[in-house]
């Protein structure tokens, strides 16, 4: 496959038996996913990488796309089997090694990632010849690998909001602030997700929070229904949802699919984005996509299948049901809201044994069906 040569500095840390050494440099994403493995928990039974997240991957390649200032200095962790006379001293310096090695067709790589696979993956969509920093431990075995990738796994904590913003205040406010958000990371608290869904391009809701940054024409969806809907998301407690990337792009994706297949009622004037409308809606996608992967039949953090089956749900739905004229006019209430998501449940039934949407749905008065027709 190819003859691999880096610079590299050669450490050790613990002077003792069986204590690993490290080799630090730098390489392509291009040549590291060359010479190293992915081996993910669901493909090999003890393997050390946990399953790859869509969503982590886009990330990675949104944040490097957002602004040409943006890097990840972070490391990737990988161990590399190899004979000893890989790695050679240059004379004159304590440290400085050269590690050299060539990789064939058909045999096992000698590289096997510990951590990073998903900045790895993401760079590469963003340009394979992107530069990563690399820390390599050489001659690890079985169980120093597992030891290794445990530690790491387990030990890591985000930085607080506080920390970051006490940081900020030695830095000009606007400009860091900008560079931040190409990162999902808010100087202030209260903005959060809906600062992010009102600015994010991929956004279905761009533009149109109902707040004093936006024209007032813009505004149609109100802050309190995003803060609900993210709740709604994180209360099933759903592991993949505590990386806010894999959330955003799962309420990004239920609600742009919905966006492209009913043009007609992504307006001020329906009832889908009022804010009960958006929690409601939210709620009942969530509710049914969690069943399926609960039942393992979903990867949810593949932005790809979420979509699909949003597809799917959305074919026993219809938009009439936001544009009618319910029996009430205010159904912001606990009692309120779970009438509205029990009348989707009812419609996806009605819809998929061929009768009438609306029959057996409490909050549409019988008056006001008048010339609809049996499932439209």
Same mark, same amino acid.
């Given at each position: 496959?190819?003859?691999?040569?880096?610079?590299?500095?050669?450490?050790?840390?613990?002077?003792?038996?069986?204590?690993?050494?490290?080799?630090?440099?730098?390489?392509?994403?291009?040549?590291?996913?060359?010479?190293?493995?992915?081996?993910?928990?669901?493909?090999?039974?003890?393997?050390?990488?946990?399953?790859?997240?869509?969503?982590?991957?886009?990330?990675?390649?949104?944040?490097? =796309?957002? $602004?040409?200032?943006?890097?990840?200095?972070? !490391?990737?962790? /990988? @161990?590399?089997?190899?004979?000893?006379?890989? &790695?050679?001293?240059?004379?004159?310096?304590?440290?400085?090694?050269?590690?050299?090695?060539?990789?064939?067709?058909?045999?096992?790589?000698?590289?096997?990632?510990?951590?990073?696979?998903?900045?790895?993956?993401?760079?590469?969509?963003?340009?394979?010849?992107?530069?990563?920093?690399?820390?390599?431990?050489?001659?690890?075995?079985?169980?120093?690998?597992?030891?290794?990738?445990?530690?790491?796994?387990?030990?890591?904590?985000?930085?607080?909001?506080?920390?970051?913003?006490?940081?900020?205040?030695?830095?000009?406010?606007?400009?860091?602030?900008?560079?931040?958000?190409?990162?999902?990371?808010?100087?202030?608290?209260?903005?959060?997700?809906?600062?992010?869904?009102?600015? =994010?391009? $991929?956004?279905?809701?761009?533009?149109?929070? !109902?707040?004093? /940054? @936006?024209?007032?024409?813009?505004?149609?969806? &109100?802050?309190?229904?995003?803060?609900?809907?993210?709740?709604?998301?994180?209360?099933?407690?759903?592991?993949?949802?505590?990386?806010?990337?894999?959330?955003?792009?799962?309420?990004?994706?239920?609600?742009?699919?919905?966006?492209?297949?009913?043009?007609?009622?992504?307006?001020?004037?329906?009832?889908?984005?009022?804010?009960?409308?958006?929690?409601?809606?939210?709620?009942?996608?969530?509710?049914?996509?969690?069943?399926?992967?609960?039942?393992?039949?979903?990867?949810?953090?593949?932005?790809?299948?979420?979509?699909?089956?949003?597809?799917?749900?959305?074919?026993?739905?219809?938009?009439?049901?936001?544009?009618?004229?319910?029996?009430?006019?205010?159904?912001?209430?606990?009692?309120?809201?779970?009438?509205?998501?029990?009348?989707?449940?009812?419609?996806?039934?009605?819809?998929?044994?061929?009768?009438?949407?609306?029959?057996?749905?409490?909050?549409?008065?019988?008056?006001?069906?008048?010339?609809?027709?049996?499932?439209?």
């Amino acid at each position: 496959m190819g003859h691999f040569r880096y610079e590299c500095l050669r450490v050790v840390q613990q002077h003792s038996e069986g204590a690993p050494t490290f080799c630090i440099f730098h390489a392509p994403v291009s040549d590291v996913l060359l010479w190293s493995d992915i081996r993910r928990l669901e493909d090999e039974p003890g393997a050390p990488q946990r399953r790859m997240s869509p969503a982590k991957v886009k990330a990675i390649e949104r944040f490097l =796309e957002k $602004d040409p200032r943006n890097t990840i200095p972070t !490391s990737v962790i /990988l @161990t590399l089997d190899l004979p000893p006379n890989s &790695v050679t001293a240059v004379q004159g310096f304590d440290s400085v090694s050269i590690i050299e090695f060539e990789t064939a067709e058909g045999v096992q790589k000698p590289g096997l990632i510990i951590d990073g696979q998903h900045r790895l993956l993401g760079m590469n969509q963003f340009s394979p010849e992107l530069n990563v920093n690399v820390v390599a431990v050489l001659g690890a075995d079985d169980a120093e690998k597992a030891f290794q990738f445990l530690v790491i796994n387990n030990k890591a904590s985000k930085v607080s909001l506080d920390h970051i913003r006490a940081l900020a205040l030695h830095y000009e406010d606007e400009a860091l602030k900008t560079r931040l958000t190409t990162a999902r990371l808010a100087l202030n608290p209260n903005v959060g997700f809906v600062g992010l869904v009102n600015d =994010e391009d $991929d956004s279905p809701f761009r533009g149109m929070i !109902s707040w004093p /940054l @936006t024209p007032e024409a813009q505004r149609v969806v &109100v802050p309190a229904a995003i803060e609900a809907s993210i709740g709604v998301i994180q209360q099933t407690k759903v592991r993949e949802f505590d990386s806010d990337d894999v959330l955003l792009e799962f309420f990004y994706t239920i609600w742009r699919r919905i966006k492209h297949a009913w043009p007609q009622v992504w307006n001020s004037t329906s009832k889908l984005l009022s804010k009960v409308g958006v929690i409601c809606m939210t709620q009942y996608m969530t509710d049914v996509l969690i069943s399926s992967y609960d039942l393992e039949l979903l990867d949810i953090s593949d932005p790809e299948s979420v979509g699909k089956k949003v597809d799917l749900i959305l074919s026993n739905q219809v938009p009439q049901f936001w544009t009618i004229q319910w029996t009430s006019t205010s159904y912001d209430t606990k009692v309120g809201r779970s009438m509205i998501v029990s009348s989707l449940v009812q419609i996806a039934r009605n819809t998929r044994t061929g009768v009438a949407w609306h029959e057996d749905i409490a909050l549409i008065d019988p008056a006001n069906l008048e010339g609809l027709e049996a499932g439209g």
